[in-house]
Each structure stands twice: as C-alpha cells, then as structure tokens.
C-alpha cells in the first residue's frame, strides 16, 4: 500500500468520524416548549415577560414574551420558580410581588406542556 492511499484512506476515516459526531450527536440540552395564558384579575395580560429559572439557582434561565395573555418558551426539564411582569390592555400592572423572589409562582416542566397563571391584583402582603 502507498502512503497517498494510506492518507486518502485516513482522510474518509476522519470525514466518515466527523459526519458521525455532528450529526449524532448534540450539546444543546433537551427543551420542551411551555406555552400557556396569562391573566391579572381575569383580564389576559396584553404584554409582558415570563421568566422560568431553575429552582437550584443555577443560570438556565428562560424567558418568554407574553402578548395579548398568551406566551411559549423553551425550557431544559426540572423545578422552575417563575416570574411574571407586564400589563393588561386597562394598563393594569401586574403587582411587583410577581416579579420580586419569591413570587409564589412555580412550574415543573419534564414535558411539552401548557401552564397557565391566573394572578390577582389583591395580594396578601408578605411577611
């Protein structure tokens, strides 16, 4: 055998090895999409944010928009703390205590699912 066979021979090996861990394989962690309805007082939210973090404090963080009280966002599995901001066509704003930790405010995601928040303007004050 020649060496310029022996390297064109090497050469598909590494492609062939290539092909195979770029398509075989992923970094990306699985997400499943969350998506649901939003409501302050029963009046759907018309813009706002949805922030799910990880119940552990690590910073996996994901965030979604919510337009007209409906969001979607991707999420990697687990216990999530959730926090909602935005207003409703009334220009009601969503009370600071939705925003601030704790919120009260929970999801676990381990599949594509919907999760809705139905929130009230007339909270309990904490203590």
């Not at 090497?10 to 398509?23: E, K, N, R, S, Y």
């Not at 994901?62 to 220009?91: H, M, Q, R, W």
């Not at 594509?112 to 004050?125: G, I, T």
Request: charged share 20%; with cysteine.
């Amino acid at each position: 055998m020649n060496s310029s066979s022996l390297v064109g021979r090497c050469g598909i090996v590494f492609l062939v090895v290539g092909a195979m861990m770029t398509f075989g394989c992923s970094s990306e962690p699985l997400k499943f999409t969350i998506n649901g309805q939003v409501t302050l007082d029963g009046v759907p939210v018309h813009d706002g944010s949805v922030i799910f973090s990880p119940s552990d404090g690590s910073n996996l963080v994901a965030t979604g928009k919510v337009i007209d009280g409906n969001y979607e966002l991707e999420c990697i599995p687990g216990e999530k703390n959730v926090k909602i901001a935005g207003f409703t066509s009334e220009n009601k704003v969503i009370p600071w205590t939705y925003v601030t930790d704790p919120t009260g405010l929970s999801a676990s995601v381990n599949e594509d699912a919907q999760v809705n928040f139905e929130l009230s303007s007339k909270m309990k004050r904490r203590r």
